[in-house]
């Protein structure tokens, strides 16, 4: 069964803390992604990655950053929280290949207070 | 880049009665076409998708779907909803050879008893 596993389910943190969002997935795939999750605005992606140390910025990169040393690895870092940054965060991750399909960790709350 | 459009943010049902979930993208490439399905507090789960072939493709959950491309629609259908599927749904579109996903702003499906 595939699986993709995020770290911390619920979190808090205060405004200019630094934040490590990690995610381990088990099926060997190329492709891995943080999207963010706010109410109305769907799913929009932050970072991708296709390959160990390789990344490419999505929609919304700004005041974040990524980290694949390893390939079943992907780390979404905040580097200084704001309150902007408050929502979910989900993780996934997809084989490379044509209709290949993307799965999703169970997500991170994050609250930023 | 793709533009996916869910034009229902909300659709309240009754139990048993039939339900569709409107999906239309924009790009005339071609594309792989997905709807997933969110659970409260859960990540997303795919339901069915669409890689060529027949047009109307079955999912999970009695689920299923219609790809119609000159109106570059992919919706969602079931006959018969149960209390169970209350949940969002989101679809999403990828193009070939590459290997981003693009999500629409989901559909709350609200079954009422």
């Known amino acids: 069964d595939v699986k993709v596993t995020q770290s911390s389910r619920y979190l808090v943190k205060r405004t200019g803390e630094k934040v490590f969002l990690e995610c381990v997935q088990d099926m060997d795939h190329e492709n891995m992604f943080w999207y963010r999750q706010d109410p109305g605005l769907g799913l929009r992606l932050i970072y991708f990655?296709?390959?160990?140390?390789?990344?490419e910025k999505g929609d919304i990169p700004e005041g974040y950053s990524v980290s694949r040393e390893k390939k079943e690895r992907f780390s979404l870092i905040l580097e200084s929280a704001s309150t902007n940054q408050t929502s979910m965060y989900l993780c996934?991750?997809?084989?490379?290949?044509?209709?290949?399909?993307?799965?999703f960790g169970e997500g991170s709350w994050l609250t930023v207070v | 880049a793709q533009s996916v459009t869910q034009l229902d943010s909300q659709v309240p049902v009754f139990e048993e009665a039939p339900v569709e979930l409107r999906c239309n993208y924009s790009?005339?490439?071609?594309?792989?076409l997905f709807w997933y399905v969110q659970y409260p507090n859960q990540g997303l789960q795919l339901l069915l998708k669409y890689l060529s072939g027949s047009t109307l493709v079955k999912g999970i959950n009695g689920f299923e779907a219609e790809f119609n491309k000159s109106q570059t629609s992919f919706h969602l259908r079931k006959p018969s909803v149960h209390i169970s599927d209350t949940a969002e749904y989101f679809c999403?579109?990828?193009?070939?050879?590459?290997?981003?996903?693009?999500f629409g702003s989901g559909t709350k499906l609200n079954v009422k008893p």
């Open positions: 990655s296709y390959d160990v140390k390789m990344k």
């Open positions: 790009s005339s490439v071609s594309v792989y």
């Open positions: 996934a991750s997809s084989q490379t290949g044509q209709g290949n399909t993307i799965y």
């Open positions: 999403a579109v990828s193009e070939y050879n590459f290997n981003k996903f693009y």
